[in-house]
């Protein structure tokens, strides 16, 4: 599955091939740097989505390593399709 996200503040947008529902830390960190990129900027999340998604996107959660915090990929939450 691919999925495009936005960043509505940037106007940016990134397009990712999906297996399943989970983003890898490649995906997560490549995501970031085309949407925004800043260092401290504070116009999104770990992910740098923000504003309104497509593709069925509802939200994406960080997987973060217990020990660390470091974030190791995410999970792609979907609206559900009826």
Known sequence: MRIT???DYHN???SL???GQKL?????????K??????NCGCSGDVGYR??????????????NSLTGEIE????HLHERE
């Open 5 to 7: 996200l936005y960043n």
């Open 12 to 14: 940016t947008f990134v």
């Open 17 to 19: 091939n999906v297996n």
């Open 24 to 32: 890898s830390l490649y995906q997560v960190k490549k995501a970031w």
């Open 34 to 39: 085309e949407l925004c990129g800043i260092k």
């Open 51 to 64: 504003g309104p998604q497509e593709d069925g996107v509802q939200g994406i959660e960080p997987i973060r």
């Open 73 to 76: 990929g995410a999970w792609i």
